[in-house]
């Protein structure tokens, strides 16, 4: 499938070690730095002819930043939603779109008016927002919809199980 991708791999530097690691614009789960193993920050600039294997396709959820170079407010919360993606590094993959060149996801999107962001799990749409936002209100307004975090499996007990309570 990624063979006839045209959205480029990226270029991304760790933010733990600062090695350089290729990061494709599609794969299952969420990068990792080949170095550290540390979660890399995902965002992807695509358009409708990679949208549903970037997008959709994604096993992790998607932030959809619908913007265009003309609008000004989309040039504010750019750098906002790049924060994020950052500090949600391996819980989200942010996938921006300029609205001039993908008139296939505008449409799906039912986009009015930009930056709309749209947020979508496994091919499904969570929520939408439409203009800019600030920081601390984009984070919540993830941190509210995101799935909420799986209680990490509690390592089978490490096998201290019966024996310990006589
Ligand atoms: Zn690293």
Redesign the pocket.
Known sequence: MSMTMKTPSKVVV?P??S?KNRVPPAAGGAPR?G??Q?LLPWVVDTSDADFTSVADDSTIPVLVDVWAPWCGPCRTVSPALEQLATELAGKLKLVKVNADEAPEVSRRFEVQAIPTLVLMHLGQVVDKQIGAAPVPALRSWLTEHLPKEEAEPARENDSSTEDDRQ
Request: proline share 0%; hydrophobic share 0%.
């Open positions: 760790c733990n070690c090695t730095c170095n550290c540390n």
